[in-house]
């Protein structure tokens, strides 16, 4: 635990520089929350009590238009799960996405392209930050997977306890990384083997696999398909039955299993952060994140 309570000085640190966001204003009563039920909101992260759920707080990710996961983003989203953490009527959270068809597109891809090695790095230091976070929460975090969910996405996913995606072939989850000719972290690499095991993943990560519904059951990347119509009402009676185990004795037993994997980061954070800014900053990497994002556009026709 003390790891975790470790985090939150280090994450306050982390954060100083980013809680102007304007609008990131905590704990104000969002818009039609005139019943009185206490809604945290921040323009691109709006925190809801679960109207059906005593302690239950939905989390609906709404950066329009793929909640690519850009500075400003990671910034409100660790914003509110740090307010969460320390906000003691809270024992789980729902996570979900308030973009249509989308749960995350991942990294933001213009954080990463065309940009000096200093921004690479608070960048990096933020999607560290966001991932343990949410790894390492001592609340219950369910993922409600109603959108297509590629690298940092699917990490987002990996990072939760639980995961429920619905059922729509569109909806396809993975670490893609390769297809774009990057890689993915270590961290990366080592959440998706804890969840699929060595061989899956590494076909998985080496192909950049995005795995439809049907296949990521299969495969173990989620653990429950249902009708989309489901997806919410699933993701809370799930959370029903893990808020029935003592939250200490689950807390210190999600800290016993994940603590091995997110020391590996935590022993070397500014390591891992020279080594992406060095890897990012390539030539042939800034030149394959153009290709990809021209593609992108391209797409569009
Ligand atoms: C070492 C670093 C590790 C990396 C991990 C990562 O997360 S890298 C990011 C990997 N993400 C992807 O590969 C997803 C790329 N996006 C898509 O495949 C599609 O956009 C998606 C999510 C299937 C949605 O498709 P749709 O047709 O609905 O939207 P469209 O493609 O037109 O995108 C809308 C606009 O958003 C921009 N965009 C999409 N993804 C990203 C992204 N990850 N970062 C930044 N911007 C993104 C896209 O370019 C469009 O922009 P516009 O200005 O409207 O043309």
Not at 14 to 19: E, I, K, N, S
Not at 167 to 177: H, R, W
Not at 267 to 273: E, M, V
Request: net charge positive; glycine share 8%.
């Amino acid at each position: 635990m003390a790891l975790t309570v470790g985090l939150r000085p280090l994450t306050r640190a982390l954060l100083r520089p980013w809680a102007r966001v304007p609008g990131a204003a905590l704990g104000r009563p969002a818009a039609g929350s005139g019943d009185g039920v206490r809604c945290f909101g921040s323009p691109r992260v709006l925190v809801e009590p679960d109207p059906a759920a005593v302690g239950v707080a939905v989390m609906k990710m709404r950066n329009p238009p793929v909640n690519s996961l850009s500075l400003e983003f990671l910034t409100e989203l660790l914003i509110s799960l740090e307010k969460l953490e320390n906000d003691k009527t809270f024992r789980g959270i729902i996570i979900t996405s308030d973009c249509p068809g989308i749960f995350s597109a991942g990294l933001d891809l213009l954080e990463m392209y065309g940009r000096d090695p200093a921004h690479c790095a608070e960048y990096w230091k933020a999607v560290q930050e966001l991932w343990l976070r949410v790894y390492l929460s001592n609340l219950v975090v369910i993922g409600a997977i109603n959108g297509i969910s590629p690298a940092g996405g699917c990490l987002l996913s990996l990072s939760c306890d639980y995961r429920v995606l619905a059922n729509n072939p569109k909806y396809a989850i993975g670490l893609n990384e390769t297809l774009l000719g990057i890689i993915a972290p270590f961290w990366f690499k080592d959440v998706l083997v804890n969840t699929i095991g060595h061989r899956a993943a590494e076909r998985a990560l080496q192909l950049g696999f995005l795995f439809p519904p049907s296949d990521a059951l299969q495969v173990g990347i989620v653990d429950q398909v249902v009708p989309e119509d489901q997806v919410q009402s699933t993701a809370r009676s799930v959370m029903a039955q893990w808020l029935a185990i003592p939250d200490h004795a689950r807390q210190l037993t999600k800290n016993l299993v994940r603590k091995p994997t997110a020391d590996r980061l935590l022993q070397q954070r500014d390591a891992d952060i020279q080594n992406f800014v060095r890897f990012i900053s390539r030539d042939s990497i800034q030149k394959s994140l153009h290709v990809y994002l021209e593609k992108l556009k391209q797409k569009k026709g």
